[in-house]
Structure formats: structure tokens, C-alpha cells
């Protein structure tokens, strides 16, 4: 199993800004943690970071095809990117949002994610943990389609041969 780690614009000043907001720990602790957690369970990380908003498009679009699900913080994109959006949609696969505050305690334009409408799930305010429950959220998603597909494949095979 394969998943990309999509990281948005100022991420990768975790540790540095707001500590109030976003707490001490760094993208690259956040990472490291997410790491270890997703070699105990046999999963293959991609991780990402950019704060160019096309550069995140691109790399959504790169998933198509070469991971089974992304984690993705689109940062204040979240609340802007209709771009971000379309894509997330486009590629039709397993996408949890995560953001590491709550963002319905914060200013109220950070209060709607217009890309968390079009993904899967969306995870919010539990700091760098909200990762480890993103990588949960999409193995059991993941497991579940392999499942169906599976399932479907075997209902498939039998009607062809009662016919």
C-alpha cells in the first residue's frame, strides 16, 4: 500500500510560527512520527510540501495511478483553492484532509474548507496526531475497496462460468 503526504504553504514552518495555534512540533517531527507508523504497518509513504498552490495540483494529479490514497493539508489553501478542489475530485481516490488546529475555533473565514468537500474525510484540531489518524482512516479505506474489488472480481469470475 502506497500513500502521498501532500503538505500546503507555511507548513513547513511548523515549530516557528504560532506556536499557540499549531504547537511545537516541526513538519519534519511530524513526518519522522508518520514515518515509523506507517513502516509498522507495511505502508509506503510519498511526502510532499510545497507553497506553491500549482505545484500541489500537479502533484495530486502525479497520484493518479501510483498511490492507493493521499493525506493532504492544504493549508490556507483549504480555504481558497477551487483548484486544490477539482483535483482532489478528479483523481477519485481515498483523500483524508488534515488540519492540526481546530479550524471551527478559528477566525470564521478559516471555519470552511473548500477542498475538505471534496475529500473523503477531513480531520481537524488534533495537532500532529491528526496524521497518524489520517494513515488509520485511509488503511481501513483502502483495505475496504481491495476488499470490494476483490469481491466483485470473484462475483464476476462465478457468472461466467454458471454460463
Do not use: W
Request: charged letters at 20%; proline letters at 2%.
Amino acid at each position: 500500500m502506497k500513500i502521498a503526504v501532500i503538505q500546503g504553504p507555511n507548513l513547513n514552518m511548523l515549530g516557528i510560527r504560532e506556536q499557540h495555534i499549531y504547537g511545537n512540533i516541526t513538519l519534519e517531527q511530524i513526518h519522522e512520527q508518520l514515518q515509523n507508523a506507517a513502516q509498522q504497518s507495511g505502508v509506503e509513504l510519498e511526502i510532499f510540501q510545497s507553497n506553491f498552490e500549482g505545484e500541489i495540483v500537479d502533484r495530486i494529479q502525479e497520484c493518479l495511478g501510483t498511490v492507493d490514497g493521499i493525506i493532504i493539508n492544504p493549508a490556507a489553501y483549504s480555504h481558497t483553492s477551487i483548484a486544490i478542489r477539482d483535483a482532489i475530485s478528479a483523481v477519485n481516490m481515498p483523500v483524508v484532509e488534515v488540519h492540526i488546529s481546530n479550524i471551527y475555533k478559528r477566525e470564521e473565514f478559516r471555519q470552511k474548507s473548500i477542498t475538505g468537500g471534496a475529500a473523503t474525510g477531513v480531520i481537524t484540531g488534533f495537532g500532529g496526531f491528526g496524521y497518524h489518524l489520517g494513515l488509520i482512516s485511509l488503511m481501513q479505506m483502502i483495505g475496504e475497496l481491495r476488499a470490494l474489488q476483490e469481491f466483485r472480481a470473484a462475483q464476476s469470475q462465478e457468472e461466467q462460468e454458471n454460463n
